[in-house]
């Protein structure tokens, strides 16, 4: 199929597929003799697993770094922790997780800082109030 019609069949455009192909993740396609990139359902299989990685936080760079084991994660169910793909020996899962984990840490210190910044005031103490003598 043409790139427009693999790009509908993988969810996406395809200017993210030429990207794909640009940045390594995944490998030209055949082309036809009138040089048109030709895509088959092994190439809408791959494209749909880097969209889940990357939906699911990996940069395009980490996927880049696991490109060559992408072919072993299919559908669109990843392999728990410890599978093969992109955390077998790179840690690049591991690592994603701990920049995470920093962001979210960083954005919660920024958020408490704003909330207690824009925090009302507390009240000032009260001050006793002298008992009202009656007038006779």
């Known amino acids: 199929m043409r790139i427009g019609d693999a790009a509908a069949a993988a969810g996406t455009t395809p200017r993210a597929l030429r990207f794909y192909e640009q940045r390594g993740l995944l490998p030209p396609p055949p082309r036809t003799a009138s040089g048109q990139r030709?895509?088959?359902?092994?190439?809408?299989a791959r494209v749909r697993v880097v969209r889940r990685l990357l939906a699911l936080g990996l940069t395009v760079e980490d996927v880049a770094r696991c490109a060559d084991r992408l072919d072993l994660l299919t559908g669109d169910d990843l392999p728990p922790y410890g599978g093969d793909g992109c955390d077998r020996s790179t840690g690049t899962v591991q690592r994603r997780i701990a920049a995470l984990d920093a962001e979210i840490a960083h954005l919660t210190r920024l958020r408490d800082s704003l909330a207690a910044a824009i925090a009302p005031a507390p009240p000032a103490p009260a001050r006793p109030v002298p008992p009202v003598e009656p007038r006779s």
């Open 38 to 44: 030709r895509y088959g359902p092994a190439e809408i």
